[in-house]
């Protein structure tokens, strides 16, 4: 079995921190703490400073970006960069100190990093790939081309390759990926007096417990901090494991992951893979951070735009990247045209419904999205299933009906009043009450139809429910013009 281990790329003690390892953790966790920590003393927002680095030119500039590294964390640096065109990027670059360089880009955006990697010379990718670790390299790897992922792993000891092609077998979306492989592991041998020591003479972000495996890895469970220090010295580590010992499977998904720690009230929980191995640790903060990008990559998917683009991204690739979506939109917008060609009689002889159109489809489309967007978080959340579905279908249908019975006869007097022909209020009145309550259907029906086909409902939703409330919205509102007026 254990052989079997090896051959998947297990080290074969997975991170027990030895002597050695205690310092080098200590090195890497004061570099780490940059990506977390506060500015020291600048107090003025990153939009100002961006832009009084943006008005600043060259040597000025240099020394604006000067000063603001003597007290900015890597955080604050990563976007004032990302702020930058990209040749001042690349000059303002070479002025962050060389054991900074890491801490940086890993704050970056990955089209941005990726630009400043392409930009140094070898020698300077050496130097930089030396310092990284092997959880920020699976981050990187992400979006980073192949023979640069192969550069740094060049430059990495046996043992941080294989930490790598541990993680690396995991998908992008799966937990296991992104472990990390700092933690506490001791022995079933272990004594409270050997876990007191490692606590004293290393510091861990959200470090909180000892971790105990047995001889081929396989985790047996927890000890907390705070029992250890009530506990006799000579006792065995594993007569005081937690009761309720929690682990996370490596094939969770990273937004199950997050949720359970950030209800579990713990600071870390292990991560065991399908054999009950030890292959890390999932810290609170890194629970934080992953739902943050989660629900940004999201915000970006309604605009068909990825959480990675770079705010100055080449021309020629950013119209590319945006072109695909441009043609997806321009064909729903035909089938809204198609719609109101079918009703070109009645357009030419009442003008007044082709000014009052727009209202009918946006009214439509603002009630869809409250729906959707509800529906979207509800599914990230797992708050949503085929057995409340309906219900939750109910609800909304009511509330649109509800909204849609308000507003229709709010417009529906003011356009009769415009126009003077209460006949046009009648119309648009309808065409608001049925557009609402479709809308809302729609923003129900729609994510769980996108779920079905494994499509992303935050990236295409928005885009097939535009469509449904214009196409419905605008032949309701004409077919009706239609019948009563010719």
């Not at 107090?43 to 030119?57: F, G, K």
């Not at 009630?367 to 109910?394: D, F, K, P």
């Not at 129900?444 to 990236?459: C, S």
């Amino acid at each position: 079995m254990e052989d079997n281990h090896q051959s998947k790329g297990y080290p074969s003690r997975v991170s027990s921190l030895s002597d050695s390892d205690a310092n080098q953790s200590q090195n890497e966790e004061s570099h780490i703490a940059l990506d977390t920590s506060p500015c020291l003393q600048v107090q003025t927002e990153v939009s100002i400073v961006a832009s009084q680095l943006a008005e600043a030119d060259g040597a000025k500039q240099a020394e604006v970006f000067n000063e603001i590294l003597n007290d900015a964390d890597a955080g604050t640096i990563a976007l004032l960069l990302e702020s930058l065109p990209q040749d001042e990027r690349t000059q303002r670059w070479e002025q962050i100190h060389p054991d900074e360089r890491v801490a940086v880009l890993s704050l970056m955006r990955a089209d941005p990093r990726l630009g400043i990697l392409n930009a140094m010379a070898d020698i300077e990718l050496d130097a930089l790939f030396v310092q990284i670790r092997p959880e920020t390299l699976i981050d990187w790897s992400d979006s980073l081309p192949e023979h640069l992922t192969d550069r740094a792993l060049a430059q990495m000891g046996e043992r941080q390759r294989q930490h790598f092609e541990l993680y690396d077998q995991y998908d992008d979306t799966e937990i296991g990926r992104y472990a990390d492989h700092h933690m506490v592991v001791l022995g079933p041998n272990a004594t409270v007096s050997q876990g007191l020591r490692f606590f004293r003479r290393i510091e861990l972000d959200c470090n909180n417990d000892v971790f105990i495996t047995d001889d081929n890895n396989r985790f047996l469970g927890t000890v907390q901090r705070f029992d250890l220090m009530k506990a006799e010295p000579d006792s065995l580590l594993v007569d005081i494991i937690a009761l309720e010992s929690r682990s996370i499977s490596a094939k969770l998904s990273l937004i199950e992951a997050a949720e359970i720690i950030e209800h579990s009230k713990e600071l870390e929980l292990p991560i065991v893979d399908e054999h009950g191995i030890l292959i890390g640790r999932i810290t609170l903060r890194t629970a934080t951070a992953l739902v943050r990008e989660h629900y940004e990559a999201q915000l970006m998917a309604t605009a068909g735009m990825d959480e990675s683009d770079d705010l100055f991204a080449p021309i020629a690739q950013g119209a590319r990247r945006r072109a695909v979506w441009l043609g997806i939109n321009l064909l729903t917008a035909f089938l809204a045209s198609a719609t109101i060609g079918l009703f070109e009689d009645v357009l030419s002889q009442v003008v007044a419904l082709a000014v009052l159109m727009p209202i009918v489809a946006s009214m439509g489309g603002i009630a869809g999205s409250q729906s959707l967007t509800l529906m979207i978080r509800g599914m990230a959340m797992g708050q949503i299933s085929a057995g409340n579905v309906m219900s939750l279908l109910r609800n909304e249908l009511s509330i649109g009906a509800l909204n849609g019975c308000l507003w229709a006869t709010v417009i529906g007097l003011i356009a009769g009043w415009w126009f003077s022909d209460s006949t046009m209020g009648i119309i648009i009145g309808c065409a608001i009450l049925i557009n609402m309550a479709v809308a809302a259907i729609a923003g129900v029906m729609i994510p769980m139809i996108l779920q079905k086909f494994n499509q992303d409902a935050a990236l295409s939703g928005s885009v097939i429910l535009t469509t449904v409330t214009d196409v419905v919205g605008f032949f309701t509102f004409l077919g009706l013009a239609s019948i009563l007026y010719i």
